[in-house]
């Protein structure tokens, strides 16, 4: 039996984080907003609150780098929120619903006899759905750890009735999913459960319990055959809920799809849903909504916008290409020319992304043909390149060899330039040294010739004196006159013995003075100087 709801009561924590026993409909109260605490405290107190709210690490950083005055706004707002029921409200409610419904069908029984105070099962979902989507993770952890009590336990036991063992509140919900009366049936609760599953995957422990259990999305799938549209025909607003609920579960699946393990799960209950409606292939019910329902435009573009995401979200291409042959073999391609003709931009952006996305395996073919060609020629000219190399490497060992002899040769030929050079500069040094030596001989030669050359001046003019003297006597010894005459001129400057010597007397003429020896030969030329020798020509003698 249900419980009735609770009076909204605050639990304080050490901290001064405040937070619901219970959480079901929002309920704020009127008090004054108290006087903001320290702010190590607020930041404390904002902490939980975000964790409770289970809001992503990046959101909470950002919300952490707000003013104090906006954080203690956001940590007093969640301070006022109460609840009333917690969720053994709910899933006791269910589990009221469940017995009834095993009961009447026990009994087959026209009409479902519920315990007094029992809210029908459509308000109770749409509470749940508020709840699982507004409520702290922790309350959701709650719902998902929900154990039956001993007292419920007892109640099934007076009944005589087994019953499953529950595990959760998460088996409790996909109970009365699976086994809802057509009763609930006709009052759309399908899409309540379908609410309640999106609500609970809308945080990371939810979402982990509903892919974990193994009748969620297989369950959800099924919700996809509550209409048929070639079979008879129902009411506007009837049609309208269940192309509502098709638009959910197609947009849920989709969702399924782009997280791990989700691609495969989602094929799986398409399987199961083939098996369960007796269908001859796999999307035959979706291929038929889509072609009965082009006039309604949502319900079209929640069909390809799974069909983008079921085919063209897998990394393996030969796979891609097989769900997009089935889907092609049923008829797609068609459709899709025929769609394009409906004014909706949304529809069109959904189609010309099926377009973009698709592969044609006769291309694929002629280019994986194209491909096996061009891979002959690279390898050709891999083989080519590969023996260029190898003559290259050779060319290169030649080349480096001789220019490793060339390198030898002109080192070589440098070092005998530098004897050569070292050479030629001692025998130039020792030219210069020959070449000063020889002048300062020539210099000396030069004066001892000046003055052999003065000597020999003298004497050639003593010389013309005495043949003068010479004349004189012969024509003294002619004329004994003129002998005396000039005898007596000589007087004068002349002492007895050289006057005698003069008039020629006999016996007092000295001896003629011997001719000087003629001066020496000159010195023999040095050797021509070298190539770096410097000639040297000096005054009134040869270049040397």
Request: glycine letters at 4%; charged letters at 25%.
């Amino acid at each position: 039996m249900p419980k009735s709801p609770k009076t909204a009561r605050r639990v304080v924590t050490k901290d001064g984080i405040a937070g619901p026993e219970s959480v079901q409909t929002q309920v704020m109260l009127d008090d004054g907003m108290p006087r903001m605490p320290e702010p190590d405290v607020l930041d404390r107190q904002l902490a939980g609150v975000l964790d409770a709210m289970n809001i992503p690490k990046a959101k909470v950083a950002e919300l952490m780098q707000q003013s104090n005055e906006k954080k203690w706004h956001l940590v007093w707002a969640q301070m006022k929120v109460v609840a009333r029921h917690p969720p053994s409200f709910y899933l006791e409610s269910l589990l009221a619903h469940l017995d009834a419904i095993d009961k009447q069908r026990r009994k087959k029984a026209k009409v479902k006899k519920l315990p007094p105070g029992v809210e029908p099962v459509s308000t109770i979902l749409r509470g749940l759905e508020i709840s699982l989507r507004t409520n702290t993770l922790e309350w959701v952890q709650q719902f998902i750890n929900y154990q039956v009590t001993e007292k419920d336990k007892k109640d099934k036991e007076k009944d005589d009735v087994a019953g499953p063992k529950y595990l959760g509140g998460l088996d409790i919900l996909m109970d009365y999913f699976v086994n809802m009366d057509d009763e609930g049936r006709d009052n759309m609760d399908d899409y309540l459960c379908v609410l309640c599953l999106r609500a609970l995957m809308n945080n990371a422990f939810g979402f982990n319990s509903v892919m974990a259990h193994a009748d969620t999305i297989n369950q959800i799938c099924l919700c996809l055959g509550t209409v048929d549209p070639f079979h008879g025909e129902a009411p506007a607003e009837t049609l309208a809920r269940k192309y509502r609920t098709h638009i959910l579960v197609l947009e849920l699946l989709a969702a399924v799809c782009l997280v791990p393990k989700g691609h495969p799960r989602v094929l799986e209950a398409f399987d199961a849903f083939a098996r369960n409606k007796n269908e001859k292939v796999r999307f035959q019910t979706l291929m038929h909504l889509l072609r009965s329902e082009r006039h309604n435009v949502a319900v079209v573009v929640a069909c390809m916008a799974f069909i983008n995401v079921v085919v063209h979200c897998v990394n393996d291409m030969n796979y891609q290409v097989a769900l997009q042959h089935e889907f092609t073999q049923l008829g797609l391609m068609k459709l899709i020319e025929d769609m394009f003709h409906i004014d909706a931009p949304e529809l069109r952006e959904q189609l010309e992304a099926y377009q973009d996305n698709f592969v044609n395996v006769s291309d694929l073919a002629r280019d994986a043909e194209l491909h096996e060609q061009d891979q002959e020629i690279i390898e050709e000219l891999q083989e080519e390149t590969s023996r260029v190399k190898a003559k290259a490497l050779i060319d290169e060992e030649r080349n480096a060899q001789y220019i490793e002899s060339l390198q030898k040769e002109v080192a070589d030929q440098r070092a005998l330039t530098d004897t050569v050079i070292e050479r030629l500069e001692t025998e130039k040094e020792e030219s210069m040294a020959r070449q000063t030596k020889l002048q300062q001989e020539l210099s000396t030669l030069r004066a001892e010739m000046a003055v052999l050359m003065e000597a020999a001046a003298r004497t050639q003019a003593e010389l013309e004196e005495s043949k003068s003297v010479s004349a004189m006597l012969k024509k003294l010894n002619t004329s004994p006159a003129a002998t005396s005459t000039v005898a007596k001129e000589a007087s004068f400057g002349f002492g007895d013995a050289e006057l005698d010597a003069r008039v020629g007397i006999p016996g007092s003429v000295p001896e003629p003075v011997a001719a000087p020896p003629p001066p020496p030969p000159p010195a023999p030329a040095p050797p021509p100087p070298t190539s770096a020798a410097v000639a040297y020509c000096g005054p009134g003698s040869t270049c040397i």
